[in-house]
């Protein structure tokens, strides 16, 4: 029996099954198709200069709202996202490609993390090495500005994607949870002065450090599975834990959360990081 055309069509959108990554000639190939929805992120001035065509930007403040006047990138309320993610044009049948416009990755990161924990984690991906890798394949680019036809979503969030200080507390120096501090290991190690941002130098009791550039390479490709299992294990993370990451106001530590996730670990983000757990007295902090 023939499956009917557009279950065919469906499948060909769907995420290739065992990556969360699209390479440029994946792109290349799907570049038309009716419901990809394709985000270049990091600055304006960026995009404005050169994109790949049909894509449009996205400021990863717009789907972010930062809690108690504190300078975190946590999850934003869902109808805040549902109207950001409409503007783009995104619909819950959307197949969204993430890329960044230069080398900085953790943003499409930190917006991969928001499109899962909205429901769209298997039609969601990001460009494997972003725009620098389409560009090294010659592939075309323009400064032309799509006309984008606003979609209609609605957020459903995920539970497991994200935890708050209660979880980590509750979790601290417990059997079956690492947590992992994803920062430069100069905060880890608390070598920095205090401040009102940061009043408590140092890094969540237990946890271990993972920096998050280390999860790519030299052309910021994320590194294969062997290697972050390696790195993981090279930290003391056991297998089989849940992962916990942390950064200072959670974005640097979505690409840990995604390398544990790849490397075959369940993985959460403390969305609040260290900028909330600093500032909580009631909760300790350690020093090397």
């Known amino acids: 029996m023939i499956a009917p055309l557009a279950v065919l069509l469906a499948l060909a959108l769907q995420r290739p099954s065992d990556s969360t990554f699209v390479t440029p000639a994946w792109l290349a190939q799907h570049l038309h198709d009716p419901t990809l929805v394709l985000l270049q992120i990091g600055t304006r001035a960026n995009y404005d200069s050169t994109h790949i065509p049909g894509a449009q930007f996205l400021d990863v403040q717009d789907i972010v709202t930062p809690r108690n006047s504190r300078p975190m990138f946590e999850l934003p309320y869902p109808d805040v996202l549902d109207s950001a993610l409409a503007r783009h044009g995104i619909s819950n049948d959307s197949r969204v490609v993430l890329y960044w416009g230069n080398d900085w990755v953790t943003p499409t990161t930190r917006a991969y993390l928001t499109l899962d924990w909205a429901g769209m984690g298997e039609r969601t991906s990001i460009l494997s090495g972003g725009l620098p890798a389409w560009r090294a394949e010659g592939r075309p680019v323009t ?59 140092g890094h969540i009791p237990g946890a271990v450090s993972v920096p998050y550039d280390s999860i790519v390479n030299d052309s910021n490709v994320v590194k294969s599975v062997a290697a972050l299992r390696a790195l993981f ?32 670990y369940e993985a959460r983000l403390y969305d609040g990081s260290y900028t909330e757990w600093g500032t909580l007295v009631q909760y300790p902090v350690e020093r090397p």
């Open 143 to 201: 400064t032309e500005v799509p006309t984008v036809v606003r979609g209609s979503f609605v957020t459903r969030p995920q539970v497991g994607v994200v935890v708050g200080a209660d979880y980590v507390a509750a979790h601290l120096g417990r059997r079956g949870v690492t947590l992992v501090d994803a920062r430069d290991p100069k905060f880890y190690r608390g070598d920095y002065p205090a401040s009102v941002r940061d009043p408590r130098p």
């Open 233 to 264: 294990a090279a930290a003391h993370v056991p297998a089989g834990d849940t992962v916990v990451a942390y950064c200072h106001v959670g974005q640097q530590a979505t690409l840990v959360w995604l390398g544990a996730r790849l490397a075959g």
